[in-house]
């Protein structure tokens, strides 16, 4: 497969979406007008998308077929069984519970079986899952092995959750302890994979301590090919194999169908626990709508079901975690400081490496996206100061690391709209050095401030 260099996109175009291009003076005063936060923009004004991977990818031909055998049945629609069908080929949990989104998936589990006084443990766990986890009262806990804390640590696995540190909360609070999660791949550190061994560590340990283990597996195809290409005896191995082994050492799942779902919504809850599925399903009517379709249309469903038959094929998998690479090594070479080695659905530039003139608190991540947009009309996330530098207690400090994400949606961009990214980034870390800090305007929102911050430059 890799006897060529260039990245064979392994589909061609059948209907194209148009894309604007913007003057340099325009996207002044779009970003101006948005109050320097890329969130506000209106995304007309955005040339290469990259705030996230998440429900931005494209359909196939043959999801677009599938939603015509929508079935908007409200109970025990074909279109469920569809559904149905294909997650338990690669999950055969006894429980599939439908939701509109991986939160929802969250929400409903949390409540259930989160609260006061309990505590839940991750490798690392996403903000909407965090968040979730402490809107009952519970306590989030991170334990990713200590390199996954490090920007440029290699580590084949850097997702892995640090075994000891979970035996020793096991040992002292297991009692607490409600569920172990492990998020593959691990987002919030890199995209960063979690192999096989270590999944089996973490299963041993929840054995010993009577807890059930779940996966956040929002990312699990691209975390299944880490899986072959780099762990011992598993290079010859299907991919949907692999997710079976994933599945067989976990008692249940929450999922965003809008990443490895291939799809632009939707998502799951599954377990093995009867008790408790029929608790989720209560709530599940509650919030989300009946068991065989929860947040969804029939056609949806069936656009899942197509999308995941087609994530778990290696030709699409080789050349997704290729073309993320493939922007990783041009900027690598290029001497752009980054989160390495590469994720699975992001390259993550270090911003604060990059622009040691500007304090944390002056938010060199704003700033570096803020550039990057005006320069070419890229729009990333900041990952940093902005998005968790506030604490409850009202108090501001550093965020352990200064990051801008540029996420890839899936089958979209082509190489050449990557090489793009490549040249403005080149150009805007050539004058890093000109770059000023950024103040937020007051008062600041009172909640997930990233989201709907302003603000303006300081001189
Ligand atoms: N878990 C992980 C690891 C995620 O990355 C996300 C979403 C969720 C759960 C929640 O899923 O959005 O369907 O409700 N991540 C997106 C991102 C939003 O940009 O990384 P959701």
Redesign the pocket.
């Known amino acids: 497969m890799d006897r060529y260099q260039t990245i064979i996109e392994p589909f061609r175009i059948h209907a194209v979406e148009p894309i604007r291009i913007t003057t340099r003076e325009e996207r002044a005063a779009a970003i101006e007008t948005a109050g320097r936060n890329l969130f506000a923009l209106h995304a007309d004004n955005v040339l290469i998308d990259l705030?996230?991977?998440?429900?931005t990818g494209a359909m196939s031909r043959d999801q677009w077929a599938a939603i015509q055998h929508g079935d908007e049945s409200y109970a025990g629609s074909p279109s469920w069984f569809t559904f149905l069908e294909a997650v338990t080929e690669l999950w055969p949990f006894r429980h599939v519970i439908p939701t509109h989104?991986?939160?929802?998936a969250?929400k409903i589990l949390f409540s259930v079986i989160g609260g006061a006084g309990k505590v839940i443990p991750n490798n690392t766990h996403?903000d909407?899952?965090r968040a979730n986890v402490e809107a009952t009262g519970a306590e989030a806990v991170d334990l990713v092995i200590p390199e996954g804390h490090d920007p440029s640590a290699i580590h084949p696995f850097k997702g892995n959750v640090d075994v000891d540190a979970l035996e020793a909360l096991l040992t002292a609070r297991g009692a607490d302890v409600p569920v172990v999660f492990v998020?593959i791949?691990?987002?919030?550190g890199g995209g960063q994979p979690v192999s096989l061994e270590n999944l089996r560590a973490v299963r041993a340990l929840c054995d010993r301590f009577r807890v059930p283990l779940f996966l956040?597996a929002?990312?699990f195809a691209e975390n299944a090919w880490f899986i072959k290409t780099r762990e011992l005896g598993q290079a010859d191995r299907p991919i949907p194999d692999i997710v079976r082994d994933m599945a067989a050492l976990a008692d249940g799942m929450?999922m965003?169908?809008?990443?490895d779902g291939l799809a632009n919504i939707g998502?799951w809850l599954a377990m093995n626990d009867d008790a408790l599925a029929d608790a989720c399903r209560n709530l599940l009517i509650l919030t989300e709508g009946f068991p065989t379709y929860g947040g969804l249309a029939g056609r949806d469903l069936e656009a899942i079901a197509q999308g995941l038959r087609e994530v778990v094929q290696e030709e699409y998998l080789h050349y997704r975690i290729r073309s993320t690479a493939y922007l990783g090594d041009a900027l690598d070479v290029a001497g752009v400081p980054l989160v390495k080695p590469f994720g699975g659905?992001a390259i993550y530039l270090d911003a604060r490496a990059l622009l040691p003139h500007v304090p944390p608190l002056q938010y060199p991540g704003q700033a570096l996206a803020v550039a990057l947009y005006v320069e070419g009309g890229i729009r990333g996330?900041e990952i940093g100061t902005v998005m968790f530098g506030r604490h409850p207690d009202g108090s501001e400090t550093p965020a352990a690391m200064d990051l801008v994400r540029l996420?890839i949606p899936r089958r979209t961009y082509t190489q050449s709209h990557i090489d793009y990214v490549i040249e403005v980034v080149q150009r805007v870390t050539d004058r890093a050095g000109e770059l000023r800090g950024l103040r937020m305007i007051q008062p600041e929102p009172t909640s997930l401030r990233h989201f709907t911050a302003r603000f303006e430059p300081l001189a």
């Open positions: 705030l996230t991977d998440s429900g989104q991986g939160r929802a969250e996403f909407t899952t998020t791949t691990n987002n919030s956040d929002c990312r929450t965003s169908a809008k990443k998502g659905h996330c996420a």
